[in-house]
């Protein structure tokens, strides 16, 4: 079946370095990848559409110039934090249209 | 808009008895439906979904789920719930296609020997 790699699954960075998160489709190709961010004990709201080849959507509320998106190829989607801050602090998981939107592994990013 | 209810944040069930975890959505064409589970720590793995056809789905680990479009529900059951069965699990509703999915808020399990 479909799979969606990310890494890394878990990241610690000092506050105001930045952080790529790479989202990976190994099998197949995803035109369309999706960026959630869920924090503790609550639901996954969707940041941003990635789309290949194009700039990415953004959800309301989410600011495109800290959270980076790159969807260069139909095989990778990037996400980078930048000068990331306690409050970045949370869960990413990424997704792509495959089988009933096929879902990476997460990462768990720690701004100290 | 769509949007997904899960009513339940908390259930605790005894290992070896059923479980129905409930899920209402607002959607105003056919929902594309879905139900992940989360375990602590973990991604997403997908249980079911639900695009068309039979309403009644079944899914991994003996889930199943019954889309009742009168009731704008898609409830997840399990007949005999295991241990490894507590995690959390999240109802979402997508809008077809490349669109983007809905979340609920989730409802976490427990299961209690």
């Known amino acids: 079946g479909a799979v969606v790699s990310q890494h890394p699954s878990w990241v610690i960075c000092k506050s105001g370095t930045s952080v790529k998160i790479e989202c990976r489709s190994l099998?197949?190709?995803?035109?369309?990848m999706f960026w959630y961010r869920q924090f503790p004990k609550q639901s996954l709201m969707l940041m941003a559409t990635s789309n290949e080849g194009s700039k990415a959507t953004y959800e309301q509320g989410v600011e495109k110039d800290k959270f980076l998106i790159n969807h260069a190829s139909l095989t990778l989607s990037t996400l980078t934090v930048t000068s990331a801050h306690p409050e970045d602090s949370s869960f990413y998981i990424c997704s792509a249209v495959a089988n009933g939107y096929t879902f990476g592994s997460g990462t768990r990013l720690t701004v100290v | 808009a769509q949007s997904v209810t899960q009513p339940d944040i908390h259930i605790t069930v005894s290992e070896g008895a059923s479980l129905e975890l409930r899920c209402n959505y607002s959607?105003?064409?056919?929902?594309?439906l879905f139900w992940y589970v989360q375990s602590p720590g973990q991604g997403l793995q997908l249980l079911l979904k639900?695009?068309?056809?039979?309403?009644l789905v079944q899914g991994i680990k003996g889930f199943e789920a019954e889309f009742k479009r009168s009731q704008s529900s898609f409830n997840l059951r399990k007949p005999s719930v295991h241990w490894s069965d507590a995690a959390e699990y999240f109802c979402?509703?997508?809008?077809?296609?490349?669109?983007?999915?809905?979340f609920g808020t989730g409802t976490k399990l427990q299961v209690i020997p």
């Open positions: 639900y695009f068309s056809g039979d309403t």
């Open positions: 099998d197949f190709q995803a035109t369309t």
């Open positions: 959607y105003g064409a056919t929902p594309y």
């Open positions: 979402a509703v997508g809008d077809g296609g490349y669109q983007k999915v809905t």
